[in-house]
T-cell receptor, first 113, second 114 residues
Framework: AQSVTQLGSHVSVSEGALVLLRCNYSSSVPPYLFWYVQYPNQGLQLLLK????ATLVKGINGFEAEFKKSETSFHLTKPSAHMSDAAEYFCAVSWGSNYQLIWGAGTKLIIKP | EAQVTQNPRYLITVTGKKLTVTCSQN?????MSWYRQDPGLGLRQIYY???????DKGDVPEGYKVSRKEKRNFPLILESPSPNQTSLYFC?????????????FGPGTRLTVL
């Protein structure tokens, strides 16, 4: 079965430090890849998505992610963390014409002052 | 303002008492979906609808019903709620039915079944 793995249910970084949230998916078939963010007590909103154009994708709030086919990964990064980045981040994947999204378990990002 | 709305936002009920969570979108989206979110499990899809009168089961449909009589509305019905349905529920909609389309989410409904 196809799956999405997010390494680390919680990631803690200091304000100003690099943010790295990991996402790996199963399957050699090129997927569509998404990162969504959920701020406290809110719904999810799209951060960025990969749809077979450039492998480095830029999103909102200074986040970006790189699609690496050989590693079946789509890790999310931000050069300098801000307190407002504290949220839960979800990686999601869909394949081909199948519209259904497969979701990772989520990573809660904690920003230390 | 383009949005997905859900009501109620919070609900505490007792086992066996039928309830409905409403979902409405004002973006003329064809695709709508219901998810539940539980700690450590991410989002799991309950039901989805590709268009009016077309619904299908997701990964965890047991104990839930849906209907899609109008394009904008997609209510979630729990005929006989049980404590294991205590969860955070999200409705989402999308402009298309292709795998690369963004989904827009409602604010969530936190349900507690005693």
């Amino acid at each position: 079965a196809q799956s999405v793995t997010q390494l680390g249910s919680h990631v803690s970084v200091s304000e100003g430090a690099l943010v790295l949230l990991r996402c790996n998916y199963s399957s050699s078939v090129p997927p569509y890849l998404f990162w969504y963010v959920q701020y406290p007590n809110q719904g999810l909103q799209l951060l960025l998505k990969y749809t077979s154009a450039a492998t480095l994708v830029k999103g909102i709030n200074g986040f970006e992610a790189e699609f690496k086919k050989s590693e079946t990964s789509f890790h999310l990064t931000k050069p300098s963390a801000h307190m407002s980045d504290a949220a839960e981040y979800f990686c999601a994947v869909s394949w081909g014409s199948n519209y259904q999204l497969i979701w990772g378990a989520g990573t809660k990002l904690i920003i230390k002052p | 303002e383009a949005q997905v709305t859900q009501n109620p936002r919070y609900l505490i009920t007792v086992t066996g008492k039928k309830l409905t969570v409403t979902c409405s979108q004002n973006m003329n989206h064809e695709y709508m979906s219901w998810y539940r979110q539980d700690p450590g499990l991410g989002l799991r899809q309950i039901y989805y609808s590709m268009n009016v009168e077309v619904t299908d089961k997701g990964d965890v449909p047991e104990g839930y019903k849906v209907s899609r009589k109008e394009k904008r509305n997609f209510p979630l019905i729990l005929e006989s709620p049980s404590p294991n349905q205590t969860s955070l529920y999200f409705c989402a909609s999308s402009t298309g039915t292709s795998g690369y389309n963004e989904q827009f989410f409602g604010p969530g409904t936190r349900l507690t079944v005693l």
